[in-house]
């Protein structure tokens, strides 16, 4: 194996161990939720062990995140494809799904748990945002408006009215975002055929 490839290893540990304590999972939660033993997981986190595929892919699942963030593979040169998943501190993933300069911009948001009684802080910014809810119930604060949007349906608004978006104690959501500078919008279309 190449010097290269024993570093990229010897970071998954701390990597995975920086993962459960961010959510504040202990490891006999994460034992029964992949069925990797409490002393595997313990000794990965620690660098003790090398991680296989077979360990590599449950926890990639259960963390939401993909292999290549959890080995820190190396980037492609070509960002079409390299699309990285971002960790922010509050447990939510965000997942760039264009990278282009300009134009309507999409993403896939990953939001842990919530609690409903999370007081949101709002923002605001010039441009257009378009969300539909993939999985699970979306908190929409929306000016004066409090929504919760079930899978399946959206919402569109111009960002510069104040807005937060926020899972519920009912569990995480997952959910579209397009993103656009002020007046650019997604056009949804009735059917194909209409021009």
């Not at 259960?62 to 447990?91: E, F, H, K, Q, W």
């Not at 009215?161 to 569990?171: E, L, Q, V």
Request: glycine share 8%.
């Amino acid at each position: 194996m190449s010097e290269h490839s024993d570093h990229t290893l010897d970071t998954v540990g701390p990597r995975l161990k920086h993962l459960r304590l961010r959510r504040d999972i202990t490891l006999t939660t994460l034992a029964e939720e992949t069925g990797i033993s409490i002393s595997t997981l313990s000794r990965l986190e620690a660098g003790l062990r090398r991680p296989t595929l077979e360990q590599l892919l449950p926890l990639a699942r259960y963390y939401g995140v993909t292999l290549d963030s959890l080995v820190d593979a190396p980037r492609t040169a070509n960002p079409r494809i390299d699309l990285r998943p971002m960790s922010c501190r509050d447990g939510s993933i965000i997942i760039p799904l264009t990278r282009r300069p300009g134009g309507v911009q999409a993403y896939k948001f990953v939001l842990p748990t919530g609690s409903d009684d999370t007081a949101p802080d709002l923002r605001s910014h010039e441009g257009f945002d378009w969300a539909y809810v993939l999985n699970g119930t979306l908190r929409l604060v929306l000016g004066d408006q409090d929504l919760l949007l079930q899978a399946g349906q959206a919402a569109e608004f111009d960002t510069r009215t104040p807005h937060w978006f926020g899972a519920t104690s009912a569990g995480p959501v997952e959910y579209l975002s397009l993103v656009g500078r002020q007046g650019q919008r997604a056009h949804v279309h009735a059917s194909v055929g209409d021009h």
